[in-house]
C-alpha cells in the first residue's frame, strides 16, 4: 500500500530511490548505470490513481535524466525497456503521453512542509529536482502558485453559465469581478519568479532536463521506446502551455485561437495540440466549457456598459498576464541566448536565437496568442 504521497511500495521505491537522488547521480555519471539495473516491472501493483500519478513524474524525470544525461550533448536517443515498457503502460492507463509533463513535474510535485500550514513557498517543497539547485523548485512551485490563485475562480464559473441562461445581469456582474480578480492575483504572484529562479540556471540547466524530442533538432527522429514502438516517437518538452487554467479563462471568456471549432494559425494548432498534454479530465472540462452559452455574446447584446466594462477587466488581466509573460521569456530565453552568441545583436537576431529550442518561433508564438486576447476586448461607446 502507498504511504504517503511520496513513496511507492516495493518493488516500485527503486524507482523512487534513483528519482529522489537525481542530481548526484547524474552528476557521478552514474544515472544511467542505475536505470539499466533496475528490473523490469508489471505497473498492475500501482493501485489508485495517486500511485499512478506519482509513477508517472517519478518514472518522467528518471527518462528525462536518461535521455539528456549531464546536459552536455551526450544524450540517449533509445529508452531501455526496464523504463519504457512500464512507462507507456502506466501513460496509456493515465491517458498522458510518455513524457514529463507540466501535469507531474507542477501538478504532481509538491508538499507542503507543515501539513496543516497554508500553500505559500515557504511552507511548500517540490518532491523531485534536476540539476541546477533550486532553480526548478522556483520554476515548478511559482507556476503551480500561480496556478492556485487564477483557479480559485474556477468555482464561480457555474454561477457564470446560470447567471448567463437566466439573463441575470447582476450575478455575472460580480462573478466576472471575481475572476477578474483572481486573475490579477495570479499575476501578483507570478512576479516571484525573480526571486526564486536564476536565468542562466534556468536557460542552461533546466530547460535541458524539459526539453522534449519533437521539433527538437537533437532528437530529429524522436525517442525509441525499447520493447513499445518499432519506430522512435516524437513528444513535446514540459511547458505552461499544458497548463489547462490559461485555456479556461480563454475559453469562458470566448478568447478565440480557432476558427469554427479548427486552429487558425500555428500558434492555434499548439496550444490545441498541448491540450493532449493535459490530463483527461482537464481536456473533457474546457471542451465541456466550450459547448456552454457564450459570456461574451452574452454580454455583447445586454448593452450594458458596466457590465461590458467588468467582462473587458477579465479580458484586460489576461492581457496583463500575458505581457508580464513575454517580458518573462525575454529575461529568461531570450537574453540569456543572447549571451551565447557573439557579437552585438539586433532584436531580430535575437529572436532568430530561440527559434528551434521548442520547434517553434517562440516570441511570434507567444505574440499572436496575446495579439489575439488583447482583439477580444469590446471597444467603448
Ligand atoms: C522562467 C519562467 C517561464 C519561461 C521562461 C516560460 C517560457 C514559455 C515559453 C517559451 C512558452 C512557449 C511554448 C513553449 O515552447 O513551451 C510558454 C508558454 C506558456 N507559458 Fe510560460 N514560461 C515561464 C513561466 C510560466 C508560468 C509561471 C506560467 C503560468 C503558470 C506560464 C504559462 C504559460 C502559458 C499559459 C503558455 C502558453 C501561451 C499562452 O497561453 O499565453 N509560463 N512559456
Redesign the pocket.
Known sequence: MQKTWEELPHPYDAWISIARNLPELIENNQLRMEVDKLAMLSIDGLRGHRAQRLGHLVLGYITMAYVWGQGDGDIRKVLPSNIAVPYCKLSEKLGLPPILLYADCVLANWKKKDPSGPMTYENMDILFSFPGGDCGKG?FL??LL??IAAASAIKVIPIIFDAVKREDSDTLQKALLDISSSLRKALDV?SQ?HEY?DPNL?FNVLRIYLSGWKGNPLLSEGLLYEGVWDTPKKFA?G???Q?S???CF?VLLGIQHTVGGVPSDPAAE??QE?RTYMPPAHQSFLLSLKSRPSVREFVLSKGNATLQKTYNECVQAMVSL?NY?LQ??VK??IIPASRQSTGESSEEDLEAESKG??G?N?MD??KT??GKTVNCLLKEH
Open positions: 520554476f511559482v507556476s500561480v496556478e507570478f519568479i529562479v534556468f518538452g511547458s505552461a502551455a497548463s487554467i490559461f485555456q480563454d499548439f496550444l498541448m500575458r509573460h518573462i521569456v529568461y530565453i529550442t521548442g517553434t517562440l508564438f507567444l496568442v496575446r
